[in-house]
T-cell receptor
Framework: KNQVEQSPQSLIILEGKNCTLQCNYTVSPFSNLRWYKQDTGRGPVSLTIMTFSENTKSNGRYTATLDADTKQSSLHITASQLSDSASYICVVSAAAGGGNKLTFGTGTQLKVEL | SQTIHQWPATLVQPVGSPLSLECTVEGTSNPNLYWYRQAAGRGLQLLFYSVGIGQISSEVPQNLSASRPQDRQFILSSKKLLLSDSGFYLC???????????FGPGTRLTVL
């Protein structure tokens, strides 16, 4: 069964600090991995997309890494801002034919405080 | 540019009442369309997806149904709502089923 597990479930950090969110998956065959940011009461917005051959990808202060061998990904947020407070969702796509083969993690709830 | 709309933004309905949530996409043609539900503290759960007009695939059996009467319109319905139908409903679209999905603003449904 395809699964995506994220840790920690929630995290509180001070503004300006860095943090790293983790994602472990057991999706097969792997196609790509995405990190989404979801503000409270809003739809998710894509941050990064990585395929099997990509080890790292950055989007401003967000840097995602992928280790396809260990089936792990991380999202590193640098110099956090209050606006980074949101749920961060890891989504893994399986390379199967027909229909939507996305598996969603339950997300990490990040709160950035002054 | 493409935009996706959902309405209503929030809805409070009694148990046993009908439901109709609407999703429309602008700026693209023949999109793949998806309905998700996000329960509190849970991940996104795919309910239905559609690759074309009148083509609906159900991922999870339930008392909900979906329809796609027009190319860029996706409707989620129920004849009789259950308490367990409460949640945050998200519509999404993409051009390729393996590409990034773009999500709408969502509808917060509370069934009392």
């Amino acid at each position: 069964k395809n699964q995506v597990e994220q840790s920690p479930q929630s995290l509180i950090i001070l503004e300006g600090k860095n943090c790293t969110l983790q994602c472990n998956y057991t999706v097969s065959p792997f196609s790509n991995l995405r990190w989404y940011k979801q503000d409270t009461g809003r739809g998710p917005v894509s941050l990064t997309i990585m395929t099997f051959s990509e080890n790292t990808k950055s989007n401003g202060r967000y840097t995602a890494t992928l280790d396809a061998d260990t089936k792990q990904s991380s999202l590193h947020i640098t110099a956090s801002q209050l606006s980074d407070s949101a749920s961060y969702i890891c989504v893994v796509s399986a390379a199967a034919g027909g229909g939507n083969k996305l598996t969603f993690g339950t997300g990490t709830q990040l709160k950035v405080e002054l | 540019s493409q935009t996706i709309h959902q309405w209503p933004a929030t809805l409070v309905q009694p148990v046993g009442s009908p439901l109709s949530l609407e999703c429309t996409v602008e700026g693209t043609s023949n999109p793949n369309l998806y309905w998700y539900r996000q329960a509190a503290g849970r991940g996104l759960q795919l309910l239905f997806y559609s690759v074309g007009i009148g083509q609906i695939s159900s991922e999870v059996p339930q008392n909900l149904s979906a329809s796609r009467p027009q190319d860029r319109q996706f409707i989620l319905s129920s004849k009789k709502l259950l308490l367990s139908d409460s949640g945050f409903y998200l519509c999404a679209w993409n051009r390729d089923i393996y590409n990034e999905q773009f999500f709408g603003p969502g509808t917060r449904l509370t069934v009392l």
